[in-house]
């Protein structure tokens, strides 16, 4: 079997690319925003021991007032010879839907549909075409500030009781390892690492997940001393999320959901 894959977001900041490279033992899993990185850009040359997933940006761009076009999508998929991509998804159903079908007719990358907390609201048999049609969905809309409790819960529970552990679930922007431990996700993505750099948190391995606590190094005030401090912090976030994609592995294998890659 294979383990439940936790991919590294950020990993369009070279820093954070060569962090992530020098910290971790391969495979290295990375979440690449094309928004962010720049849809004219070239990705890193890719070896046999990266796993990578690229993802639009498509809601940061939104966010920013900025349209992304399609085309230039399927024009950096192509270019760079990605395997697996998110779909574009905007506010407009139709629109997505269309993004999905043109990204799968027009590249040669598996294209993940997201099934988003909206969706479930507002059109919640629209997952049971996903499952019909998919082997690989992405669950979407539940990592921003001010989401209830409650609402993830209503969304996870719903899906998992259709996919179980015959379709694979990625989850967006799950961080929080109790979702982890009672959802069998096949993947999901880390933004919580970078808050290392961000805001000089310190991760520290707690039973089979991690809490996060405020650095005793906050206080430092030189900017050479800061970044170094960043790293340290970033480097020992990456070492306790990679212990933590472990654990859960071990976890869901223990209850019997084995993955096949």
């Known amino acids: 079997g294979c383990p439940m894959k936790l991919y590294f977001a950020s990993a369009e900041v070279i820093h954070d690319f060569s962090l992530i490279k020098s910290i971790l033992p391969p495979p ?11 849809y004219h850009k070239t990705l890193p040359n890719q070896t046999s021991h990266d796993d990578w997933l690229i993802d ?16 230039d ?53 629209w997952v ?18 001010g989401v209830k409790r409650a609402d993830k819960k209503a969304l996870f529970d719903y899906t998992f009781h259709k996919t179980r ?22 993947s999901v993505d880390s933004t919580a690492w ?12 707690d039973g089979v997940g991690y809490t996060i ?3 005793q190094d906050a206080h430092l005030d030189s900017f050479p001393q800061k970044i170094g401090h960043y ?13 933590t994609e472990a654990n859960i592995t071990r976890l869901w294998q223990k209850r019997g959901v084995v993955w096949r890659d």
């Open 165 to 186: 552990d015959k379709i694979r679930v990625h989850g967006l922007g799950v961080n929080n390892v109790n979702l982890m431990t009672q959802y069998p996700f096949y």
């Open 73 to 125: 999508y399927i024009g950096f998929l192509n270019r760079n010879s990605v395997k697996v991509a998110f779909n574009l998804d905007l506010p407009s159903h139709t629109q997505t839907l269309a993004n999905q079908r043109r990204l799968e007719a027009e590249t040669q990358a598996y294209i993940l549909p997201i099934y988003h907390l909206s969706d479930f609201y507002q059109r919640r048999e």
């Open 231 to 243: 790293s340290v912090g970033c480097a020992n976030a990456l070492k306790v999320l990679h212990q």
């Open 28 to 38: 290295h899993r990375m979440l690449f925003s094309v928004y962010s990185l720049g």
């Open 128 to 145: 049971d075409d996903l499952i019909r049609d998919y082997v690989y969905i992405a669950l979407g809309g539940t990592a921003f500030a």
């Open 213 to 215: 606590q405020d650095s």
């Open 56 to 71: 639009s940006g498509g809601f940061s761009a939104l966010k920013a007032g900025f349209d992304i076009d399609v085309g």
């Open 194 to 205: 970078v808050n290392a750099r961000k805001y000089g948190k310190r991760f520290q391995a």
